[in-house]
């Protein structure tokens, strides 16, 4: 990894980490940026388009970051084609691993920010055989269970106090969770 890209993923896991009250609006952000996203694409690449993530379940506290599933025929195509379109729009992009830092399976990964440069949207664009739709499963849980949602809601909340600038850390206390909650949605339990 060259240096300046070490740098640059440095500084975006120090971000600050917000929890805010759930926001009847971002269905329609999400709506939105699928809009944008279909006119912009090429047709022949993009398939799904998804909201998820805790945004994506309503009455549920969240960082305003409106996540983004996007199934795409090719991450190789991705790289040639949608990057660039993508990157003219101001979006960052990032070629990440699934699983932390662990190197594969990677998929193409997006960062849309406000003009105070605050994150609005991650697209995570990932082929239909990625281990990443698993994360369609936690987002309908929490849909329907909403006494897990709250849970998840007051976990994230004291993760946020503990690790404000630390996105890594967020994220690992998060995974036992969501791979709980995953673990009994899958089983219908």
């Known amino acids: 990894m060259d240096k300046k890209l070490k740098k640059r993923i440095e500084e975006l896991v120090r971000e600050e980490i917000v929890i805010v009250p759930y926001n009847p609006a971002w269905p329609k952000v999400f709506e939105d940026e699928a809009v944008f996203l279909r006119s912009k694409l090429p047709q022949n690449l993009v398939k799904r388009i998804e909201h998820f993530g805790s945004t994506a379940v309503p009455g549920l506290s969240a960082k305003p970051i409106i996540d983004i599933l996007v199934e795409v ?9 949608i990057v660039p ?3 003219s729009e101001g979006y960052e992009y990032f070629w990440r691993p699934v699983h932390g ?14 003009s105070e440069g605050k994150r609005t949207h991650h697209i995570h664009m990932v082929e239909a055989d990625s281990e990443r739709w698993i994360d369609l499963c936690f987002r309908d849980c ?4 909403p006494a897990e949602a709250k849970k998840y809601a007051e976990l994230k909340t004291k993760l946020a ?6 996105r890594v850390k967020y994220t690992e206390e998060k995974s036992s969770f ?5 673990k009994k949605a899958r089983s219908g339990s």
């Open 178 to 182: 969501i791979l709980s909650v995953t």
């Open 73 to 81: 025929t090719s991450l190789e195509e991705t790289k040639k084609q």
């Open 161 to 166: 106090n503990e690790y404000p600038n630390d």
């Open 85 to 87: 379109i993508l990157e």
């Open 101 to 114: 830092n662990d190197g594969p399976p990677y998929y193409a990964w997006f960062i849309k920010r406000n």
């Open 142 to 145: 929490l849909r329907q269970f």
